[in-house]
């Protein structure tokens, strides 16, 4: 793959003991150095306009003074430095960056994977949270749309529900939102209810599992709900928000997604992308086991580099057919 990285996002400095700590992108650049075919490439930072775009004019001022006066604790635990600033206009530029080299031969070795750092799914319009400050998946999706493309879709794997994402898409018809979240973890959004108002009805859908939901309970809510949706709005760019988090050993979430499992959802979203023709992009969010990040990526990088990951032979348990029944109530799943 392509990753795109910038070392100023090393410098987003968030303290002793923070998970979200700059070591996360030396373990991967370090554990993707073993890898054949791993090309880093450059970005411009995000374009201040777009950003301004899916985050208020006042937000955006008031992060960046924030920064200027030296940072501090946004709140508990979204911190930020003076370099918070360049950190994330760095992160969302490589986003950008993800969303226009997404071309439309998605099992291309080339396909984008925006390595940066801080992430961005829970900011919202008009606020930091949840160690994000600039919604970076929604940056890129704007800027894809500023460019000509008609619609993107982001599907959001992260554990935690990206309710940023939604948020800023929410009544809107141009960005189609799909995320799987662990229940009662931060920041206890995305229930399946959730599906949009206005022009932006239907273009929402979370599948809210309950604790120890394994890659077979992910592949389901995929292949039944998440891929058959998002081919039929068909969008022109898929962006994945792609947290590794949900891992069986991730330090933060009792979901139970393997290593081998991500390279199945990354196999099942180049399949998707190309029954839409959709450029495919990769923006990293969460992950916090230093260990299961880089495997987890390096999984999703030896994809495109032809590896044909084996998903489990155990079916959905009874828990997430639970949830996959309520979410098709909503009107959602396969037609
Ligand atoms: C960011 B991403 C409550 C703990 C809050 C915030 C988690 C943010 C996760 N005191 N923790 O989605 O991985
Ligand atoms: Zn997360």
Not at 27 to 47: I, N, T, W
Not at 112 to 124: C, E, K, N, S, T
Not at 228 to 246: H, M, Q, R, T
Not at 283 to 292: I, K, M
Request: glycine share 10%; charged share 25%.
């Amino acid at each position: 793959m392509n990753f795109g990285y910038r070392e100023v996002c090393l410098d987003h400095d968030t303290g002793e003991r923070h998970p979200e700590s700059p070591d996360r992108l030396r373990a991967v650049r370090r554990a993707l150095k073993e890898c054949h075919g791993v090309d880093y490439v450059d970005a411009a930072d995000a374009d201040l306009d777009v950003v301004r775009e899916v985050h208020d004019a006042d937000y955006v001022e008031e992060f960046r003074e924030y920064c200027e006066d030296g940072g501090g604790h946004w709140d508990a635990d979204t911190v930020a430095v003076e370099a918070t600033w360049d950190a994330a206009l760095a992160s969302a530029g490589l986003a950008v960056w993800a969303a226009e080299s997404a071309g439309v031969d998605v099992r291309a070795r080339e396909t984008p994977f925006a390595l940066g750092r801080p992430p961005g799914h829970h900011a919202v319009g008009d606020d930091a949270m949840g160690f994000c400050f600039i919604n970076n998946a929604g940056v890129a999706a704007q800027a894809a749309l500023n460019q000509g493309a008609d619609s993107v879709a982001i599907f959001d794997w992260d554990v935690h529900h990206g309710n940023g994402t939604q948020d800023i898409f929410y009544d809107r018809s141009d960005v189609f939102y799909a995320s799987i979240h662990e229940d009662g973890l931060f920041p206890g959004t995305g229930d399946i209810d959730e599906t949009g108002v206005g022009d932006g009805e239907g273009a929402n859908v979370n599948v809210v599992y309950q604790p120890g939901a394994d890659t077979a309970d992910y592949l389901a809510a995929i292949d039944e709900v998440i891929a058959p949706e998002i081919a039929d709005y068909d969008p022109d760019l898929l962006l994945v928000s792609a947290g590794f988090d949900a891992h069986e050993h991730d330090p933060i979430s009792r979901m139970r997604v393997s290593t081998e499992g991500y390279g199945v959802m990354t196999e099942r979203m180049v399949d998707l992308a190309d029954d839409c023709d959709a450029g495919l992009g990769f923006v990293l969010e969460g992950g916090y086991g230093l260990d299961t990040l880089s495997d987890s990526i390096k999984m999703v990088h030896e994809v495109f580099d032809g590896y044909q990951p084996v998903a489990p032979d155990d079916g959905v348990s009874e828990d997430a057919r639970e949830v996959l029944d309520e979410v098709a109530a909503q009107g959602f799943g396969s037609k």
